[in-house]
């Protein structure tokens, strides 16, 4: 079960522990459950917890950014530990509109 917060039209989710590929799709379906049902402006995933992350933690960010377009909103990624925040950077997402 996913922690999140919603106000002022501000989804933010609270990630924790791993995100690999089987942690991943599960966010995805939470996430993507928990957006379609209150359609934020904003969606925030917040980082702080989150221990280790691979390639499909860029796909999961990835995926909520073409989701929140779709929506007509944002996304916008917070706290990110210095080792994933290197990941992050070097995939580029930051280029495509992702609030970093």
């Not at 590929?21 to 904003?42: F, K, V, W, Y």
Request: charged share 20%; proline share 2%; aromatic share 4%.
């Amino acid at each position: 079960m996913l922690n999140t917060d919603y106000r002022d039209n501000v989804l933010t989710v609270f990630l924790s522990g791993e995100i690999d590929q089987h942690t991943g799709q599960t966010l995805r379906r939470e996430i993507d459950s928990c957006t379609e049902a209150l359609r934020p402006h904003l969606l925030c995933l917040d980082f702080s917890n989150v221990k280790f992350m691979d390639s499909s933690g860029i796909g999961l960010i990835m995926g909520r950014f073409r989701q929140m377009s779709l929506l007509g909103g944002r996304l916008k990624i917070t706290n990110l530990p210095d080792n994933i925040k290197r990941i992050v950077m070097l995939s580029g997402v930051q280029t495509l509109g992702v609030l970093v």
